[in-house]
C-alpha cells in the first residue's frame, strides 16, 4: 500500500530556511495532488500548501510568502521549502495525499526552530 | 478563511456511551465539503469522515457524521476505549483550507 514518510532537519536556527521531503512508497505520486499541514506542540492543526503540479498549486495566505512546494516525479517525493524560520515555525510536519479531505499522511517529522 | 469552532472543548464520557460532537462553520460549507479526523498521542490524523457523511476505508460503522451548512455533527454511538482520542474537523469548501481547533474525548 502506499506509504508516506517524511524527512527534515530537525533543528533549524532562525532566520534560516527549513526543507522537508516527503518520499512516497507503494505508488506513483503522479495523478494526485499532495499537501503539507503542520502542528505547533500541543496545537490544532494548519493547512500550509498543496500541489499536483506548477499550475495546480495553492497556499495558505499567512506562509504564502514563505513557502513554496514542490513535486519530484523521478524520485516520487514531494517538498517543502519554508524561508525566515522563527520560534513559531516549531512545529510537526505532515505530508499528506489530497488537496479537498486528505485520506492519506505520513507520520510526520518534528522541526525545532532554535539557536 | 472559512472558520470551523468545535464543542465542546473537551468531553468526558465511559465507554459504552455515545459522544456527540459539534464543528460549526463561520460560512456555509458548500456541497458539505467537510472532513473529520481522529487523532491520538504520537501520531498522525486518522481520516474517519469525508463529505459530511462518508466513511473512510475501515472506519467502523459506529462513527457517522451528519450537518450541512454550517453545522456539523460527529457522533460515536458507543464508545470503545480506543475511540478516546482528539478529533478535528475540517473544510475543503474553499481556500484556505481550515482545521477545527479539536474536541478531546476523554474517559470519564
Known amino acids: 500500500q502506499v506509504q508516506l514518510q517524511e524527512s527534515g532537519p530537525g533543528l533549524v536556527k532562525p532566520s534560516e530556511t527549513l526543507s522537508l521531503t516527503c518520499i512516497v512508497s507503494?505508488?506513483?505520486?503522479?495523478?494526485?495532488?499532495w499537501t503539507w499541514i503542520r502542528q505547533p506542540p500541543g496545537k490544532g492543526l494548519e493547512w500550509i500548501a498543496y500541489t499536483k503540479k506548477t499550475a495546480n498549486t495553492d497556499y495558505n495566505p499567512s506562509l504564502k510568502s514563505r513557502v513554496t512546494i514542490s513535486l519530484d516525479t523521478s524520485k516520487n517525493q514531494v517538498s517543502l521549502s519554508l524561508t525566515s524560520v522563527t520560534a513559531a515555525d516549531t512545529a510537526v510536519y505532515y505530508c499528506?495525499?489530497?488537496?479537498?479531505?486528505?485520506?492519506?499522511w505520513g507520520q510526520g517529522t518534528l522541526v525545532t526552530v532554535s539557536s | 478563511e472559512i472558520v470551523l469552532t468545535q464543542s465542546p472543548g473537551t468531553l468526558s464520557l465511559s465507554p459504552g456511551e455515545r459522544a456527540t460532537l459539534s464543528c460549526r462553520a463561520s460560512q456555509s460549507v458548500s456541497s458539505n465539503y467537510l472532513a473529520w479526523y481522529q487523532q491520538k498521542p504520537g501520531q498522525a490524523p486518522r481520516p474517519l469522515i469525508y463529505?459530511?457523511?462518508n466513511r473512510a476505508t475501515g472506519i467502523p460503522d459506529r462513527f457517522s457524521g451528519s450537518g450541512s451548512g454550517t453545522d456539523f455533527t460527529l457522533t460515536i454511538s458507543r464508545l470503545e476505549p480506543e475511540d478516546f482520542a482528539v478529533y478535528y474537523c475540517?473544510?475543503?469548501?474553499?481556500?484556505?483550507?481550515?482545521f477545527g481547533q479539536g474536541t478531546k474525548v476523554e474517559i470519564k
Open positions: 499528506a495525499r489530497g488537496h479537498y479531505d486528505f485520506n492519506l
Open positions: 463529505g459530511a457523511s
Open positions: 507503494g505508488g506513483s505520486i503522479s495523478g494526485y495532488y
Open positions: 475540517q473544510q475543503y469548501s474553499s481556500s484556505p483550507r481550515t
